[in-house]
């Protein structure tokens, strides 16, 4: 059986697009949070409402699929792009409200103290923040995010890090591990466009 709902999703400061961790967030607020998750964006959404359901649409790609387990259950959410011509919703979002507590060294960041945002633009913002600052690029663009994958949950007492694990140069693709102190917690996948 189908289960299906509309979410809205507020854009972050100045941006026309939703992010993926506000995506994220919406969906765990919906759906109930979950520390073993995998979370893959493959298009942008431009509107603040999302439908998110448990069976996929005949002939449509789902712009975002959350794949989740908890306890003994598991189960796959698809979410589309609800294209209703609503008025804008965002929020004020500065990402150097994380970056400026955060400290770079080598190809790692932490965050020293916590903003009190969620733990996925946190982690997004991290990631970005390092990618900027250890892998110039040429070639115009920006990095985007594209799949998180979370084992467990980060422990509030930890500091919370994102360190590169891999850049592959040919696609310009990085992927991060995201670690609660010292023990690694998931994985991070950005892709330069």
């Not at 932490?110 to 996925?120: E, F, N, Q, R, T």
């Not at 990631?127 to 070639?139: C, E, G, R, S, V």
Request: glycine share 6%; with cysteine; net charge positive.
């Amino acid at each position: 059986m189908d289960v299906s709902t509309s979410l809205e999703v507020p854009f972050l400061g100045a941006r026309s697009y939703l992010q993926g961790p506000s995506i994220l967030e919406s969906i765990q607020k919906y759906h109930g949070s979950s520390s073993n998750f995998i979370f893959k964006v493959r298009a942008q959404f431009t509107s603040n409402t999302i439908d998110v359901t448990t069976i996929q649409r005949n002939g449509a790609m789902p712009g975002a699929e959350y794949h989740w387990r908890k306890d003994k259950s598991e189960g796959c959410l698809y979410i589309y792009l609800n294209v209703a011509n609503d008025n804008e919703k965002r929020i004020e979002f500065n990402e150097s409200l994380i970056t400026n507590k955060s400290i770079i060294k080598n190809e790692a960041v932490s965050l020293m103290i916590d903003p009190k945002l969620g733990l996925a633009t946190q982690i997004v913002s991290l990631n970005k923040h390092l990618l900027l600052n250890t892998w110039p690029m040429i070639k115009p663009g920006r990095w985007v995010f594209m799949a998180m994958q979370m084992r467990e949950d980060h422990n509030s007492d930890k500091i919370l890090s994102v360190a590169i694990e891999k850049k592959v140069p040919a696609s310009l693709m990085a992927r991060s591990l995201i670690r609660s102190g010292e023990k690694n917690i998931g994985t991070l996948d950005f892709v330069w466009r």
